[in-house]
């Protein structure tokens, strides 16, 4: 039988001591779990992206990124919080420290689940500044970021302002929210708060029912107005992907219902609208504005102007537990939960 030199032993001994100690020191990784196929990863310090199929499970880590396509989604999931992110969306981690502080950068639109106690969820822009949210008890919230960043396809919703939504749905206790210029506000459970990304922050605002980001979006832009709808010609007003009667109708509003029109097109025949999740096109002369309403005073949009209603499909269950109180459930919402099914506007 050989013998093992002593020295070459202690060689060894050594070099393992120093790698579990490395892996010790190394940061904290978190967990990438794929939920539909739409999904890439370009790994810490590299520059090419791979695929990602729905199903698939690995290890994401400090300046680890993901990209979601039109229907891509996927968990992340950390230590005593996790993250739903959806499709048209871009997600980094920045940093991931055991004392319960997470650092992400995001472009699109992300659920976050709190499950841990003073957990600091910090979240930036690329490129900028952003905000952190802390809370002191279990809390769901949502966050939506523009522009839309590394998705050629989404090029058109670039033309909105830079901003930020975020919406509370559940929280034991209030939530804080301070932006990097020290700006600071609490918001609860039913309500949101909206930024500009180099502005202020808005009071937090109770929203109505579901907490959709295109209604805290439509009550800061500004200018807009309520109406009612009245259809002349049809039980319903026939809500579209653009402002013209070749773009796909992709729902209706009832008449009577309440409406609130964010800008029009400059011949005044057709009014955008917050409509569910996201924003449809109507006919003008189906609505009764509000006496307050100056419909002058609204932006202008083209006639080119197509929305991009982005969407879930075949949401999972436990998917569902943590969008129905933003979306509603797919009865409540088929605007989102349809979308990503049909993106071709033309009818």
């Known amino acids: 039988m050989r013998r093992f030199n002593p020295i070459w032993l202690a060689l060894i001994a050594l070099a393992l001591a120093v790698r579990v100690g490395a892996q010790a020191d190394a940061p904290l990784a978190s967990a990438l779990q794929v939920i539909f196929n739409g999904v890439d990863v370009r790994r810490a310090n590299t520059e090419d ?31 005593g919080a996790r993250t739903l992110i959806l499709p048209a969306s871009v997600f980094a981690l920045r940093a991931y420290q055991p004392d319960g502080s997470i650092d992400v950068e995001l472009s699109g639109r992300a659920v976050h689940e709190i499950a841990d106690d003073g957990l600091v969820y910090r979240v930036f ?41 975020a ?13 990097f210029d020290t700006v600071q506000a609490v918001f609860s459970a039913g309500e949101g708060v909206f930024s500009p990304i180099f502005g202020s922050l808005s009071p937090p605002q109770r929203l109505p ?49 309440p409406l609130r029109i964010v800008g029009r097109t400059e011949d005044r025949r057709r009014y955008r609208i917050a409509y569910y999740s996201a924003y449809a096109w109507i006919v003008a002369d189906g609505v009764v504005l509000d006496p307050a309403c ?35 459930t797919p009865t409540d919402d088929p605007w989102f939960y349809r979308a990503a099914n049909d993106i071709n506007p033309v009818r």
């Not at 729905?54 to 968990?75: I, S």
């Not at 279990?138 to 590394?150: E, G, H, K």
């Not at 919406?167 to 932006?179: D, F, G, M, S, Y």
């Open 49 to 79: 992206w791979f695929p990602m199929r729905a199903g698939a499970q690995m290890a994401f880590g400090v300046g680890d990124t993901l990209r979601t396509d039109l229907t891509g989604r996927a968990w992340v999931e950390f230590d």
């Open 125 to 165: 822009y690329p490129d900028a500044a952003g905000l952190h949210v802390r809370a002191d008890a279990p809390a769901l919230f949502a966050i939506q970021t523009r522009p839309y960043r590394s998705i050629p396809l989404l090029e058109p919703l670039n033309r909105g302002q830079p901003s930020l939504v």
């Open 167 to 179: 919406t509370a749905a559940a929280a034991e206790r209030p939530l804080q929210i301070v932006t």
């Open 209 to 257: 029912g579901l907490l959709r980001f295109a209604e805290i979006e439509s009550l800061n832009v500004p200018v807009s107005c309520a109406a009612l709808s009245r259809p002349t010609v049809a039980p319903r007003l026939a809500a579209r992907i653009g402002p013209a009667e070749q773009y796909r109708s992709i729902g209706g509003v009832d008449f009577g219902v």
């Open 294 to 328: 100056d419909p002058a005073a609204l932006a202008v949009f083209p006639y080119e102007t197509v929305e991009l209603p982005l969407g879930a499909v075949a949401v999972t269950p436990e998917e569902l537990a943590l969008l129905q109180p933003f979306y509603g």
